[in-house]
């Protein structure tokens, strides 16, 4: 059961995203860093304190470190979010099903970020950075709390001064020295000017926020199967075996954590699911 | 130049009037300039103008204890801002401040509220757009009291999943 026995990772660099949020970069101690998808999540063990899911958030194109962003929510996380530089921690995975590429070429990819949501969706975007040509637009929307609470702010600023990607930022509330957008992000969706027979829409951000924002895009025209969610329920092996994080008939750790609209749309209105 | 009655078609809440009903707005309108940090409106000022951005950013703020305003909420190209000079008492609830440089058609509320005394099917006709506008700001005002991004779980997988 090599899919259950973690593997020791050493911090190499430690990053202060916001007050209650760091992100990790892991190096193997032996051997070669996993492979893995944008949208694929591992689990990380901090050794005494526990395992928990966390999201991938790095380039999956640059090979040797594992990137992690993790907000400090619990003891689990808030041990991962101390550690310093040399300090290790217990890696297994990659799991789960991520994000799916361009459904045809030169498609426009949407990518629609809430809070932490981004960091699940960043490797996504490294990809689609890369491979730049396979589509005709791309887009960030991309909503948090207030600007301080922005995760990758160095990025959403190059990415915003560059061509490459159209990258709209709003948040709930700002003081005066905010230059962007204040309100709530299915306002920056429905101002897009998509054609959405070729649109895909990948979405990550808290239940509420996507289920707001899915609305809105389906508002657009964008077809149920070419709508993405990045779900989170209780996962705890990652393998399907345990049945924590069962959603209807789904293993979210095994059939997610992204499944299509035509999947979630008929379950994410159920209370007692 | 183009006429204000033109412009109106940018202006989402007042798109698609009958012609007759876009002159009569239109007449109440003038073009204006605002230039960065100028307030349009002011908290606890009679509302006796309302505006449609053509062109720029304008920050709706409330003062704070601080002394800093908080910005509520930013409004761009093609949205009103301010229904205040429709509904007693006709005075503003908040500031807005312009966001860098602002074009935008200021209209004379008073004058606008005289046509729809005297045209009820105009009267009816604005306060239903208005009536949506406030609705379609209602439910952002709602989500965003949710505070879903300061939940300490949900979200992504990371926010704290398995992580009580």
Redesign the interface.
């Known amino acids: 059961m090599t899919a259950l026995v973690p593997a020791p990772y050493r911090v190499a660099a430690s990053r202060e995203e916001t007050d209650d949020t760091q992100t990790l970069e892991l190096v193997p101690v032996e051997g070669e860093r996993i492979p893995y998808e944008p949208g694929q ?1 591992t689990m990380i063990y901090g050794f005494g304190a ?6 991938i ?1 790095g380039d999956p194109g640059v090979a040797g470190t594992l990137v ?4 400090a ?5 808030e041990m991962l979010c101390s550690l310093s530089v040399g300090d290790e921690v217990g890696i297994r995975g990659p799991y ?1 099903r991520g994000w799916p590429g361009p459904e045809r070429d030169r498609d426009d990819l949407v990518l629609v970020a ?4 981004l ?2 969706l960043r490797p996504a975007i490294y990809r689609a950075l890369a491979e730049r040509e396979r589509f005709q637009r791309l887009v960030l929307l991309y ?3 207030e600007p301080d ?1 922005l995760l990758f702010r160095d990025e959403l600023e190059e990415w915003a001064d560059g061509e490459e990607i159209e990258c709209e930022v709003i948040v ?5 020295g ?7 992000v ?2 920056l969706i429905e101002r897009l000017d998509l054609d959405p027979e070729r649109t895909t829409a990948l979405v ?6 996507m289920r ?1 924002a899915a609305a809105a895009l389906l508002e657009l025209g964008i077809a149920p199967r070419r709508l993405h969610l ?1 779900m ?5 092996c990652a393998v399907g075996h345990c049945g ?1 994080c069962q959603w209807g008939s789904s293993f979210i750790c095994r059939d997610g ?1 992204v499944l299509d609209w035509a999947t979630v749309g008929p379950r994410i209105g159920v209370r007692e699911l | 130049m183009r006429e204000i009655s033109e412009l109106l078609e940018e202006i989402e809440v007042l798109q698609g009037l009958e012609p007759v009903d876009r002159d009569l707005v239109a007449g109440c309108g003038v073009n204006a300039v605002f230039s960065d940090g100028d307030y349009l409106i002011r908290e606890g000022e009679p509302a006796t103008t309302f505006f449609a951005i053509r062109h720029g ?1 304008a ?3 409330i003062a704070t204890r601080s002394g ?7 409004l ?1 190209e093609g949205d009103v801002v301010g229904w205040s000079w429709l509904f007693e008492p006709h005075r503003s609830r908040f500031d807005v ?1 312009a ?2 440089d602002l074009r935008v058609i200021a209209f004379d509320g008073a004058c606008l509220r005289g046509k729809c005394e005297a045209d009820h099917d105009l009267g009816f006709e604005l306060m239903g757009r208005f009536a949506r506008l406030i609705c379609e700001r209602l439910q ?1 005002t709602r ?2 009291l ?19």
């Open positions: 999540f526990g395992e928990v899911p966390i999201s958030s992690h962003t993790v907000r929510v619990g003891p689990t996380t789960g809430g809070g932490l949501g960091a699940p909503g948090g709390r609470q709930d509330a700002a003081h005066p905010w230059r962007g957008r204040v309100g709530v299915p306002s990550c951000g808290p239940e509420v926020m707001y990045s989170e329920r209780n996962m705890r924590h954590p | 950013t920050a709706v703020e800093s305003p908080l910005v509520i909420e930013t761009h401040r966001v860098g952002t989500l965003r949710l505070d879903v991004y300061g939940s300490p779980v949900g979200g992504a997988v990371g926010a704290g999943s398995g992580d009580p």
